[in-house]
């Protein structure tokens, strides 16, 4: 904050907030998206972390304590959605679980899919209990981060990328089944994200990269996603962040009015441009390539990180690009993640 | 036609050639500009101190320039050797019509000599009339005579004139095939001329890129003193800069390459049969046109027209991957969204579904390929563009779709008589398969079967490759297309 009046110093929650509000702040806020790296810092393998989410809280505070950062998530991975859609997970030594099994294998399905209850699962109650745990031990200091998939996006790990964007792109299936299906979506992930809320969590970031100019073009963005988004927006009770996890930038000017706080954005995507497109109502929170973590020496993390917070104005939250930091980045680039906001 | 040796080449086979050509140079190009590119971003972040970083990118971009640059050598040799084939051929035949026109002549001379004869039997016939009538009753006999030679000449006079007929019209029909093949020789010598650029400008990029890779290494060595680095870098640049003005008069020349060697194709055609040269390249543009605005009604309307049209299944199914390559190769078609490329697929499954069962038997089988996801991923696009691609290419696709065990990749792979096995993964978590699959094809003793990948951790991470134990990573459909080219080219022995 160049020019401006010292500002005097902040509890991490206070200047994650300043910085959510594009107000001035005592330092840049640092929020390195660490998920799995609990698992190490409790000596678990990374399946035990996942299969058992009671240990997440105490994961994410001994991070806390390791690295100094501003926040911490309250969620083992995004992945877990799907769980209460009667699909399954596969989880793995090295990485997040990954689906397994696909719920919608023919597009009827559709038409007799029920939304379940986000909050009747037992994986997702952990991961409830995590959250209110963690607003209760560090939630008056620190950002409590909860995270969806969001309802654009949900699908694909339902039925695969391609039959939903065959869905989303041809005429004969759109007709009949897209609108009953983001209904459905929007119902569940609406719920979910708020349940996450009333845990304890402070924001709810929703990650679409379905919804990403990665993934869809700017006529689907505008005719399927974003009515998509809109509608979730609308119907989830509390703060919101959106990641498009991929590609954004050409959409930006089109979520200038969507009702979030924050835009988590990808490398890809200047800091300056976004901004420019976005106007200057949102925080932005990115954006290091978490995975050029994997290879970067930590003088260019800190490099990087430092020339970030230069070059962006007012509300930044200096993080890396979606989904979270891979597992086997050495602690060393993330300390300097840390240390670029801090010293 | 066979000649010293000499391979038969039909112009056919050599504008196809020629045409997969002008693919490769134009890949060339492109990894030039993305090396431009990451040069100019290693110039930019030099001060940052992430040398490791820099100089991991540098090796995987020249590493892949080099491929390329071995790629365009070995097409333009081959190339050169298809043209000398064929201009070998063209001499051979040419020897054998200047052989022929020289017996016509000789034909001629004897038809004239016969002539001659014929006049003068007829001239003696005469004769021996008027003697026969001087002589009265007493010459009779010789008068009958006389009148069976006169109708003897008449008869040989009626005879040398249909030879004399028939050899004119055999010399004029070997004048007018002669022209034709005075009209290839200039094409064929404006294609030699430019392919001999094109061995010039090959080199070029070949001395260009092993220059870059010296200095790549210089880089590494300086890595440790920064003072040097900024000096490297900007070497680099400076060949990197030369290896670019060397691909791109490729390119621009290889363009001009294809257009003659379609000319000559079309000159080696009988007229009424030219128009297939020019229908085959307007089926390309459209194609191309097709895919790159995303119109399947477009594509499918052209390739009803084409099939209608009579044109050769298999030349259909080439210009198809042209147009297909062509289209992703376009200037900012790595920027489309994952959704264009659905698109295209649909536009090139739906291209093949009808083309295959054309060509199947004409087209042969090049090799076959076993793809699938690695196990536990569901990202199908990427996979699915490369099986289409392949198939294009005219190799047996069996795809396994998503998420396969390596069991079932190598089960498959071995009952199938495949040499190459693809693995596509969008996620590190099930990237991490992909060695497994290695081990238990060296385990089967199987190594001969080679193991392709694709997929973002392959793009950001290139280490792993290497890490990984692949045969090779396919950045694009047309880089998965070229490596499976080069395992089923050592297969038959023609490879490195």
């Not at chain 2, 099930?430 to 199987?446: C, D, F, N, S």
């Amino acid at each position: 904050m160049r020019g401006h009046e010292p500002v005097a110093a902040m509890t991490s929650l206070e200047r994650v907030l300043a910085a959510l509000d594009l107000k001035p702040v005592d330092r840049t806020p640092v929020l390195p998206v660490l998920l799995m790296q609990g698992a190490k810092e409790l000596g678990m393998s990374l399946p035990d972390y996942f299969t058992r989410p009671t240990r997440l809280a105490e994961g994410q505070l001994r991070l806390l304590d390791r690295f100094g950062h501003d926040g911490v998530f309250a969620f083992p991975h995004v992945v877990q959605d799907v769980l209460p859609w009667d699909s399954a997970l596969d989880f793995h030594e090295d990485g997040p679980p990954s689906v397994g099994k696909m719920v919608i294998r023919r597009y009827e399905d559709i038409l007799d899919l029920e939304v379940p209850d986000p909050t009747s699962h037992p994986y997702l109650r952990h991961t409830l209990d995590a959250a209110s745990e963690l607003a209760r031990r560090v939630g008056d200091e620190k950002l409590v981060v909860g995270g969806v998939i969001g309802p654009f996006s949900l699908p694909t790990m339902l039925m695969g990328t391609r039959k939903f964007l065959d869905l989303v792109d041809l005429p004969e299936f759109r007709n009949e089944y897209f609108q009953p299906l983001m209904q459905k979506m929007v119902d569940f992930t609406a719920r979910w994200a708020t349940a996450q809320i009333e845990a304890g969590c402070h924001i709810v970031v929703f990650a679409e990269g379905i919804s990403s100019a990665t993934i869809i073009d700017e006529a689907t963005f505008l005719g399927a996603a974003k009515p998509t988004l809109e509608q979730f927006v609308a119907k989830t009770r509390g703060a919101l962040a959106l990641e498009f996890v991929g590609h954004g930038l050409p959409f930006m000017r089109h979520v200038r009015d969507l009702d979030v706080a924050a835009l988590l954005i990808a490398e890809t995507d200047p800091m300056d441009e976004t901004r420019a497109l976005l106007g200057p109502a949102k925080a932005l929170i990115g954006n290091i390539n978490n995975l050029k973590l994997l290879r970067w020496e930590p003088e260019r993390v800190q490099f990087e990180a430092r020339r970030l917070i230069a070059e962006a104005g007012p509300g930044l939250i200096l993080s890396n690009q979606g989904p979270d930091i891979p597992w086997e980045v050495p602690y060393p680039a993330i300390e300097a993640m840390v240390l670029a906001a801090t010293t | 036609m066979s000649k010293g040796g000499n391979e038969h080449i039909a112009p056919a086979d050599l504008a196809r050639r020629l045409h997969r050509h002008f693919s490769l140079a134009e890949d060339a190009a492109t990894s030039c500009r993305a090396l431009l590119s990451v040069v100019e971003e290693a110039l930019e972040t030099a001060r940052a101190g992430g040398f490791a970083a820099v100089t991991d990118t540098l090796n995987r971009v020249a590493r892949e320039l080099t491929d390329h640059v071995e790629e365009i050598v070995a097409g333009v040799t081959s190339s050169g050797r298809a043209m000398a084939a064929f201009s070998a051929a063209i001499a051979s035949f040419e020897e054998e019509v200047s052989r022929l026109e020289e017996q016509g002549r000789a034909v001629q001379t004897n038809v004239q000599q016969i002539a001659g004869i014929s006049d003068q039997v007829k001239l003696l016939a005469l004769n021996a009339r008027i003697e026969a009538a001087r002589a009265g009753a007493a010459g009779a006999g010789f008068a009958v005579v006389a009148e069976e030679v006169n109708k003897l000449a008449g008869h040989s006079e009626e005879v040398t004139k249909a030879i004399t007929e028939h050899m004119n019209s055999v010399t004029e029909a070997l004048e007018r095939a002669s022209h034709r093949f005075d009209d290839n020789r200039a094409a064929l010598e404006e294609t030699e001329g430019a392919l001999n650029v094109l061995e010039t400008a090959a080199t070029g990029i070949a001395a260009g890129s092993q220059k870059l890779g010296e200095v790549v290494g210089d880089v590494e060595r300086l890595a440790g003193s920064q003072g040097h680095l900024q000096e490297a870098l900007e070497q680099i640049q400076f060949h990197t800069g030369a290896v670019q003005q060397s691909a791109v008069p490729l390119v621009r020349e290889l363009e001009t390459t294809v257009r003659q060697a379609d000319d000559m194709w079309a000159a080696s055609l009988p007229p009424e049969r030219r128009h297939t040269v020019r229908d085959l390249s307007q089926f390309e543009a459209r194609m191309a046109q097709a895919l790159g605005r995303d119109e399947p009604h477009v594509a499918k309307e052209t390739l009803a027209a084409a099939l209608a049209a009579d044109l050769p299944p298999p030349d259909l199914l080439a210009r198809l991957a042209t147009a297909g390559a062509k289209a992703f190769r376009a200037e900012g078609y790595d920027e489309r969204p994952a959704i264009a490329h659905f698109r295209n697929a649909r536009i090139f499954e739906a291209a093949l579904d009808e083309l295959e069962p054309l060509i199947r038997e004409e087209h042969g089988n090049r090799g076959t390929v076993v793809m699938g996801n690695a196990w536990e991923d569901y990202h199908d696009l990427g996979r699915r563009v490369i099986c289409i691609t392949l198939r294009a290419a005219g190799y047996r696709v069996i795809d396994l779709g998503l998420s396969v065990r390596n069991e079932q990749l190598i089960e498959t792979a071995l009952r199938e008589d495949a040499r190459v096995i693809g693995v596509s993964s969008l996620l590190l978590t099930t990237a991490k398969y992909i060695p497994r699959l290695k081990e238990a094809l060296v385990r089967r003793g199987r190594d001969d079967i080679k193991v392709i990948v694709g997929g973002a951790p392959f793009l950001v991470d290139p280490r792993l490759r290497d890490k990984f134990g692949a045969d090779g990573v396919g950045r694009t459909p047309q880089d998965a297309v070229r490596l499976v080219e080069n395992v089923y080219a050592r297969v038959r022995g023609e490879g490195p």
